[in-house]
């Protein structure tokens, strides 16, 4: 390690930690000749579990082909009436996900769902789109979710046809009406539906004795909370980073999790692009490793019980230190304050953060994240109102939820059972059964509850302890309407009638208070008569959203409720967090959320961002963290927290906080489907009431056992030697620099990625015609993996499961490679997204003994399947490694439904055959086919891949490379643009923006998290 | 003023137990005029082709010819299937160029030439032929191990029955017999 | 048999400038020669060692079927290879066996133009040996490729696709190269046997030997109008193979040579992959023939000359695998390319060194013992370094092929490759193929090339005998041409 700090000023990038560790064993492991050979499937098919249960699942043959809604569905683009069978068509719809909304544009194909993307005329997505709503079409078509009404008998469920269960259900809430609700008690998950709110109001006025709930394992309540402290009123706060020029994220993971995470991302980058003009300055401090941080121009590493601390530590430097003025009748803050300045010292990030913030006043933002206690968030409000913000950078709207926090609520709903007063418990989705604190034993209270019903797309956790089960209808069969977090009202139509008639929580409440089950469009047809400035229905479908804001009324700040909650935490006793005192942070799954998508395929295989994991889940440990408790990475340890237990296995991260260990939330499902039942380590069972966020306390013993983590990149030993040619030769590949280095020398990527000049043995032919290219921007590109989705599902790309992977088989077309650098405790991050580069003279072609691999005319390098004999050569003469190759059948035992979800413009691809990216090829084609039939040239920009159509930042731009106009020409000869591995001749096509940072001066520190020189 | 041989007769056969006294009675064979007979030995002595006054073989033209034919076709071949036929843009190179078809060109050549060298040879010796009245003399069998043979057919116009028997004795000979047809 | 010892005694490796050299010891004439070879065929049953060894190596043999059938039925994915390392064992033991097939040949036609009289008791064996080893070797491209049923789309047929093969892939350029070489040393090996055969055809005693070694026997007379055509075919051959020898590894080369893998990409690799062909080559003539002269008694007629002539070959060819190892390591860091430097670090450092360290010990260092006259006189102590040189020259193709591939441009992408049991069985299993074709050979085919020893056997020196000069006459001889 010393080494890396010594050359710790280069731009030297290492890729993990088995690099930097040299610990005996791996040595060992090194050495030994062929260690531990690679396992053979017997069954290569039937290894791979997640085929396993979707090959046993039932044939659905029946399910294949059109199942058109019988509500009319308005088309985006085109007319509704007269359906050109084979034509792709997009609808705008949204996805409600914990109250969070994504507005969205679905293609479907003759009735079928194929892709999932953003609403372009939505300002929240403007086009992009997160993992959960593009990987719901999977979920759509989960061979697993559930098709029956299930009865629990004696603990043995018996099927009930859905006439029976219907009526079964309308009996039992005909009584609970009579008897006016008592003993009822509804679990729901949060919604921002004014449909679902309405009902709700219903409920509270006609069955008075009713109790409701809501529970979120992750939410933002604490927000929420405190929102409801400084204002009075619970409110939503709503940020534009893009309007800020200093960020201070406190534990805020802005880019990725937030309810308008892409407009964050989106207004950020914006602000990154140096060519535009200036570049705003991103501070984190942070425990985990989060996008957000991976961004950050400073990042300041602290266990997350004590960020509370260095943010009243920020205040007291504000206002103390540097004479920001509070307000008159907040003066009573200072004592508080005060207290705090003489608890701590001051470190210098902290000074430089506030001048920063001191000179960007109204154009800077303090965020504070959602795993943070209430009074954070009120200091923060307190930060931003003196600091000029609100209203610019941050404002607060008003916040439909209403009632207890989640935490809360579910303890109390667990009282409440506890003494047996409910009776009746309908549980609309959620699975309160895995995901509920640990020390509720909600599953135990679960079966003393007489009646109970679940709905839910899985007979999961929770379904195996309720009376009924109820099949839940996916998002992209329901009819459903929304709110999103800037209070605009929007209508999600289906794309598909429910493949096994499933309800939506709407529905069975409507069964529930008017006996009859009223169909979900006509509850979201009423709603949205009565809604103001929803306009016209068929409009409001074809746009999405209404396009008139709801009227709000200004928040006004409540001085006492502030002062009252920053007194409060100001006051209090700060937590110790060190070796003796550990903490354990629940941290939000980023591919499963809070294991709702264990049993998606697609999420379970996307490497993590930071770790690269797939297929499980780890307890996160710093380096030095992990050296003092001597663990190591892959190890099985045994996490202690009071009398919980749980084994999980050592991920060592660089750049993790010191004493602090991140697991997160999802994994280690048991009733999750084929897929998902048992991948990772269950964190939830670790999780109490009293401790949703962080916990401190945590001991970690060592089990002496070790677990195989599968990881896309390292997953295979790094040694000391092939380490240091790593940093050696990272130099080049990824290109940084800051922000004054390139106003001093704007074209220094070139100098950096230095060569001998280029001389080919033969003429080469000029290039006619099109000549598509790509640039991608490393300054902008936050490594959201979203692209990597998108590129899946765009192109039929299977998954082939954690063994694979393990053994360096996965088949993604677009790799994101994560590079750190410098001092392993804080290291810097840079994201590379890597796919076929489409050389000019492509290294492949000439090696491919049955010319399957060619150039067309436009110049793309294209594979023909099926002329591909499989000899691999290709893949050996990829410089960049960027070529897949199918090493089994992946697309056997698929069953029918699950093929559904398909894109019929992509071939798939057989055994034994090489494939790769295409530069979406097919959208290529549907353009030109477009501009040719309507006589005139394709427009620049017209030509959208899946990864550049999805990224939030627009880190992606492709065109044509011979229009001298076209935005890809002039990045691709701009300053930053250079190209990968250019010294080997191979004239590559896809060209990368070298990646700026804007560091503070003040710190004596460079881009890089290193000294200075 | 020969009279006929005997009906039947295919020739004589002499036997020689050391390789010098063949190429000895060669020559006189040779001298005498005779053209149809040969000689059999277990190796190729040299010498031997001088004593019996063969001339070279016209093999090494046959071989060159298959040679040149095989350059031709591979040039043709490459060029026709990848440049004409079917063209493709690889790796931005010319669709034909010399130095990546040399290989095959070479391969090809000598191909050919083998093939042709192997096919002439038997064909030109009139090989395979299974049946040889040779080989209904017992002696004969040891041709191809330890014995020298000259054999002396009875279609030469110079045999004359006796005559050639006692010539062939004549020459140092082990044994002569008869061999039928 | 006790006859026999007292000949194996003798040692002809004692060089004597002014006398002939002594190729055949033991007092042999064409009579008791022509015995013992053909005793050998002719003899009724084989020995029980014979049968053991035969009963081995074609289990052997059945397991790799067995192997190919498993892999053809689940794909190529049940080898250990992955991305980065798209090659493995499969091309290591393709090349290993290539190379072994380049003595064969090299000492039929090149040391036949050399007039290497020495060559002619141990030809045939080697021939045999050459046909064996390319057919083991033409196994692996063959099943490496992920669809096998179209395998045959890399040779220039037309297909439904209309489309033809890319002659710029070295791919194809092995396809003719390996094709033409196993053709031409069939020719060679079953041309030279002909005689013999018939020499068998002649002594044969059951009606089934001499119909079949009759019908291969082509009605061979030994006539002198046949031999000298045969003999101008056979030099011929030896003419057009000897480019041939130097050609086919040369192209199995341009595999790795023009492709752009640090670690591949060097000029060096023609030449040194020949040496190490025929450096291998004749360490597997000699690991199968010093057992065979043993146990059938062939001392005398493949005399310790004969194993210290071989073992020199080896030592030069050794010693000039070890110069392009150094030279490969000086280019490396002279051309100043840091993906090519570090390839050649990693192979000695990596995470693969130990197989590298292998190679060189192996290669480099064990054949030097042979500048010892004792150790190369000695038919144990040449057989265990043979053995050691088999295993370091598999090592070299493990090496260039494994190593390079797992670590090239981008360290994103960087692998390490496990073998897994499939791979190791059919490896093994392509062993168990060769010997089993080897123990045929020597069972039913004449395992010396009797006519051509008896041209080189003492009683040849005949010419002083001749009592009178052979005048020139050249009559007219129809038919002669």
Request: net charge neutral.
């Amino acid at each position: 390690m010393s080494s890396m700090n010594q050359n710790g000023l280069d731009h030297n990038y290492w890729r993990s930690l088995q690099e930097l560790s040299d610990e005996p064993e791996f040595r060992r492991f090194l050495e030994g000749e062929f260690p531990e050979p690679a396992e053979v499937p017997t069954d290569a098919m039937s290894r791979r579990r997640f085929l396993q249960v979707m090959g046993a699942s039932v044939a659905m043959a029946s399910l294949v082909g059109c199942r058109w809604p019988q509500e009319t569905i308005v088309p985006f683009a085109s007319r509704p009436e007269g359906v050109t069978p084979g034509t792709a068509r997009r609808y705008a719809t949204v996805m409600e996900l914990a109250g969070a909304v994504s507005p969205l544009l679905v293609t479907s194909f003759d009735g079928r769902p194929i892709k999932v993307e953003g609403n372009p005329d939505h300002p929240l997505s403007q086009g992009a789109c997160d993992l959960f709503a593009q990987a719901g079409l999977l979920e759509l078509y989960d061979p697993d979710r559930s098709r029956h009404v299930l009865e629990r008998e004696g603990g043995r469920p018996r099927r009930r046809s859905l006439g029976d269960g219907e009526a079964a259900a309308a009996a039992a809430f005909t009584a609970l009406r009579a008897r006016r609700g008592a003993g009822l008690a509804v679990l729901s998950e949060a919604s921002s539906s004014p449909t679902f709110a309405a009902l709700r109001g219903r409920l509270r006025d006609e069955l008075p004795e009713a109790a409701w709930y809501e529970y979120e394992p992750v939410s933002r309540d604490n927000e929420r909370l405190a929102t409801g402290l400084a204002f009075g009123e619970a409110r939503r706060v709503r940020v534009d980073p893009g309007a800020a020029r200093v960020l201070a994220c406190f534990d805020a993971d802005l880019l990725l999790d937030h309810p308008t995470a892409l407009r964050n991302a989106r207004g950020f980058a914006n602000g990154r692009r140096a060519e535009d003009g200036e570049m705003n300055r991103l501070y984190v401090v942070e425990s985990d490793l989060s996008l957000t941080g991976g961004m950050a121009d400073h990042r300041v590493a602290m266990p997350s019980l004590e960020i509370p601390r260095a943010l009243y530590g920020l205040a007291a430097e504000l206002v103390l230190g540097r004479g920001l003025s509070l307000p008159p009748g907040y003066e009573s803050v200072l004592p508080a304050l005060e207290h705090v300045r003489a608890a701590g010292h001051a470190p210098a990030w902290m000074g430089a953060m506030a001048g920063d913030l001191l000179a960007h006043r109204g154009e800077s933002l303090v965020a504070v994240g959602p795993r943070q206690p209430d009074h954070v968030h009120v200091l923060a409000i307190l930060l931003n109102e003196v600091l000029g913000n609100t209203g610019r950078t941050v404002t607060y709207g008003p916040d439909d939820q209403r009632g207890l926090s989640h935490g809360a609520a579910i303890a109390t709903l667990a009282v409440t059972m506890g003494k047996g007063q409910v009776q009746s418990l309908v549980i609309l989705g959620g699975n309160p059964v895995h995901d509920a604190p640990a020390d509720l034993d909600f599953g135990g209270l679960l079966d003393r509850v007489a009646e109970s019903w679940h709905l839910s797309l899985f007979v999961d956790e929770t379904s195996q302890h309720c009376r009924w089960h109820l099949p839940r209808a996916h998002w992209l069969e329901s009819w459903h309407d929304v709110r999103d977090h800037d209070g605009r009202y929007a209508v999600a139509q289906p794309l598909i009638a429910p493949l096994y008639d499933g309800w939506t929580p709407a529905e069975l409440l409507s069964l529930l208070l008017d006996g009859v089950r009223r169909p979900a469009h006509d509850l979201v047809r009423a709603t949205a008569d009565r809604e103001p400035g929803a306009g016209d229905w068929e409009a409001l479908l074809h746009r999405g959203f209404a396009a008139a804001l709801p009227v709000e009324k200004a928040a006004a700040l409540d001085g006492r409720g502030v002062v009252a909650a920053v007194r409060r935490g100001g006051m209090a006793k700060p937590a110790e967090v060190g070796r003796e005192n550990l903490e354990l942070v629940f941290v939000r799954d980023p591919s499963l959320h809070d294991g709702r998508f264990a049993n998606n395929a697609w999420l379970q295989e996307l490497p993590d961002f930071m770790t690269k994991l797939v297929w499980d889940n780890a307890a996160l440990f710093g380096v030095s963290t992990a050296a003092a408790l001597d663990v190591a990475h892959g190890d099985v340890v045994e996490l202690q927290l009071g009398e919980r237990r749980l084994e999980a296995a050592v991920y060592v991260l660089p750049g993790h906080a010191p004493w602090s260990v991140s697991l997160s939330l999802g994994h280690g499902r048991t009733a999750a489907g084929g897929v998902g039942n048992g991948t990772g380590f269950r964190a939830y069972a670790l999780r109490n009431s009293s401790a949703l966020d962080a916990a401190a306390g945590l001991k970690v013993v060592r089990t002496g056992r070790s677990h195989r983590l599968a990881t896309t990149q390292d997953h295979h030993a790094i040694d000391a030697v092939g380490m240091r040619e790593r940093e050696k030769r990272s130099r080049s590949l990824v290109v940084s620099g800051t922000l004054a280095e390139y106003r001093e020398h704007p074209d220094f990527a070139a100098h950096r990625t230095h060569h001998p000049p280029l001389v080919s043995l033969w003429k080469e032919r000029p290039r006619e015609g099109f000549a598509w290219g790509m640039t991608i921007d490393l300054s902008t590109c936050i490594g959201c993996n979203a692209c990597v989705v998108a590129c899946q599902a765009e192109n039929n790309i299977p998954v082939v499961g954690k063994d694979q992977v393990a053994k360096g088989r996965e088949l993604h077309w677009l790799r994101l490679d994560r590079y750190f650098q410098g001092d392993p405790d804080a290291p810097a991050v840079a994201h590379q997204p890597v796919a076929c580069v489409h050389c000019e003279l492509a290294p492949c072609e000439q090696v491919c003994p049955v010319n399957a691999t060619m150039h067309n005319e436009d110049g793309l390098n294209v594979m023909a399947y099926n002329r591909c004999v499989g000899t691999r050569y290709c893949s050996n003469n990829c410089p960049y490694k960027v070529r897949r190759f199918n090493w089994f059948n992946f697309n056997s035992d698929i069953p029918d439904v699950r093929k559904l979800v398909y894109n019929p413009e992509v071939t798939l691809r057989s055994r034994g055959v090489m494939e790769k990216c295409t530069y979406c090829v097919q959208r290529i084609e549907t353009v030109k086919i477009d501009a040719k039939n309507e006589g005139r040239p394709v427009r620049d920009g017209e030509v959208v891949t899946a990864c550049q159509q999805t990224c939030p930042t627009q880190a992606i731009v492709f065109g044509d490379l011979n229009d001298p106009q076209s935005r890809v020409t002039k990045l691709t000869t701009g300053d930053r643009a250079y190209h990968l591995l250019a010294e080997l001749n191979v004239k590559p096509r896809t060209a990368f923006l070298a990646r700026l940072r804007n560091p503070n001066p003040e710190l004596a520190e460079s881009a890089d998290g290193h000294p200075a020189h | 003023m020969a009279t006929r041989a005997t009906h039947g007769l295919y020739g004589y056969l002499a036997e020689f137990r050391e390789p010098w006294d063949l190429i000895d009675a060669a020559a006189k064979v040779r001298d005498a005029g005779y053209t149809r007979w040969d000689c059999h030995t277990p190796f190729p002595l040299h010498g031997l082709d001088h004593a019996m006054g063969i001339r070279g073989t016209r093999l090494p033209w046959l071989v060159l010819c298959g040679g040149l034919t095989g350059l031709t076709a591979a040039l043709l071949m490459q060029w026709w299937m990848n440049a004409h036929d079917y063209p493709y843009l690889i790796s931005g190179k010319p669709l034909f160029g010399l130095p990546a078809v040399v290989p095959v060109t070479f391969e090809l050549t000598v191909l050919l030439s083998a093939l042709t060298t192997f096919f002439a040879m038997w064909g030109l010796n009139l090989l395979p032929q299974h049946h040889h009245p040779l080989f209904n003399s017992e002696r004969f069998r040891r041709a191809t191990s330890d014995r020298f043979f000259i054999s002396i057919e009875a279609r030469d116009p110079l045999f004359q029955g006796e005559r050639t028997r006692e010539f062939l004795a004549g020459l140092g000979a082990d044994a002569v017999e008869p061999v039928e047809d | 048999m006790g006859t026999l010892l007292t000949r194996d005694t003798i040692d002809n490796t004692a060089h004597d400038p002014t006398r002939p050299q002594e190729l055949i010891t033991g007092g042999y004439d064409f009579t008791s020669l022509t015995d013992k070879v053909c005793g050998i065929v002719e003899r009724r049953g084989a020995p029980r060692a014979w049968w053991v060894a035969l009963g081995f190596s074609s289990t052997l043999a059945v397991t790799m079927f067995a192997m190919i059938g498993y892999l053809i039925f689940n794909g190529v994915g049940v080898w250990g290879l992955n991305n980065p390392v798209g090659w493995g064992w499969d091309i290591v033991n393709f090349v290993f066996w290539v190379g072994i097939g380049h003595a064969g040949t090299l000492i039929s036609a090149i040391l036949y133009l050399l007039r290497q009289q020495w060559r002619t008791s141990i030809n045939r064996f080697a021939e045999a040996m050459t046909i064996f080893a390319v057919i083991c070797a033409a196994i692996f491209p063959g099943i490496h490729v992920g669809r096998v049923w179209v395998v045959w789309w890399l040779f220039p047929l037309p297909n439904y696709q209309a489309m033809w093969p890319n002659f710029r892939s070295p791919l194809l350029w092995d396809v003719f190269a390996v094709g033409t070489y196993a053709t031409v040393s069939l020719l060679f090996w079953y041309t030279g046997m002909v005689p013999d055969l018939a020499t068998l055809r002649d002594r044969a005693v059951t009606r089934t030997r001499k119909i079949a070694y009759g019908f291969f026997a082509l009605g061979w007379r030994g006539s002198n109008r046949h031999w000298h055509r045969y003999e101008k075919a056979y030099l011929i051959l030896a003419g057009l193979a000897t480019p041939l020898v130097l050609s086919v590894h040369s192209v199995v080369s341009f595999d790795f040579a023009t492709s752009q893998v640090p670690g591949w990409h060097t000029t060096i690799f023609p030449p040194y992959f020949v040496a190490g062909a025929i450096f291998s080559g004749f360490a597997m003539v000699m690991t199968c023939l010093i057992p065979a002269r043993e146990w059938y008694g062939l001392k005398s007629i493949v005399t310790l000359y004969h194993l210290e002539t071989m073992a020199k070959i080896i030592l030069a060819t050794g010693t000039m695998v070890g110069y392009a190892y150094a030279t490969e390591f000086f280019i490396a860091w002279y051309g100043g390319n840091p993906a090519e430097q570090f390839a050649f670090i990693n192979r000695a450092f990596g995470p693969y060194a130990w197989a590298y360290w292998i190679m060189v010990s192996c290669n480099v260092i064990s054949p030097q013992l042979f500048w010892f006259k004792k150790i190369r006189t000695s038919p144990v102590a040449l057989l265990i370094i043979c053995i050691f040189v088999n295993i370091g020259m598999w090592f070299e193709r493990f090496v260039i092929t494994v190593i390079s591939l797992s670590r090239d441009y981008l360290p994103s992408a960087w692998g390490y490759y496990r073998p897994t049991p499939v791979d190791m069985l059919t490896f093994a299993g392509s062993f168990g193929l060769f010997f089993t074709l080897v123990l045929l050979f020597m069972r039913y085919l004449p395992m010396i090339a009797m006519a051509e020893v008896k041209t080189v056997m003492p009683q040849k020196h005949w010419e002083s005998k001749v009592s009178r000069p052979v005048g020139d006459y050249h009559g007219t001889n129809p038919g002669d041409r």
